[in-house]
C-alpha cells in the first residue's frame, strides 16, 4: 500500500523498516527516497511561492532529478533578477536562451 501511495505522489506516507535483512535494506532506502521527495517538494513549493532565493542541493553525482531541479531553479532566479531589472528600467539586460524551446532569452 505504501509503494502504491508513493507511486501516486503521496510523499506523506510513512515507510516502516522492521528488520535488518534484505527487505528491511528496501525498507530503509525507500524511507530514505520518501525523505528526498518530501524535501525536494517543500523546495518545489517555496519557489511556486516566488521564492527563487531556496538553494537546491543534489543527494549525489548521480542525482539526475536534483541536478535537472537545481538547474530549472538557478534559471528561473536568473530570470526573477532580468525581470527586476527591467521593472526598474534597465531595458538592455540580455538574456542568454538555454536551449530551442527557451522562452525567456
Given at each position: ?9 503521496d510523499v506523506s506516507a510513512a ?27 517543500r523546495v518545489a513549493e517555496r ?17 539526475a532529478f536534483g541536478h535537472s ?37
Amino acid at each position: 500500500a505504501v509503494a502504491h501511495r508513493l507511486a501516486d505522489g503521496d510523499v506523506s506516507a510513512a515507510v516502516r523498516v522492521t528488520s535488518r535483512d534484505e527487505i528491511g535494506q528496501l525498507l530503509g532506502a525507500m524511507r530514505a527516497m520518501v525523505r528526498a521527495l518530501r524535501d525536494t517538494s517543500r523546495v518545489a513549493e517555496r519557489i511556486a511561492e516566488g521564492d527563487v532565493s531556496t538553494p537546491v542541493v543534489p543527494r549525489s553525482a548521480g542525482d539526475a532529478f536534483g541536478h535537472s531541479f537545481a538547474r530549472m531553479s538557478e534559471y528561473l532566479g536568473e530570470m526573477a533578477d532580468v525581470a527586476h531589472e527591467n521593472a526598474g528600467g534597465n531595458l538592455h539586460v540580455r538574456v542568454t536562451p538555454r536551449g530551442a524551446g527557451d522562452r525567456f532569452g
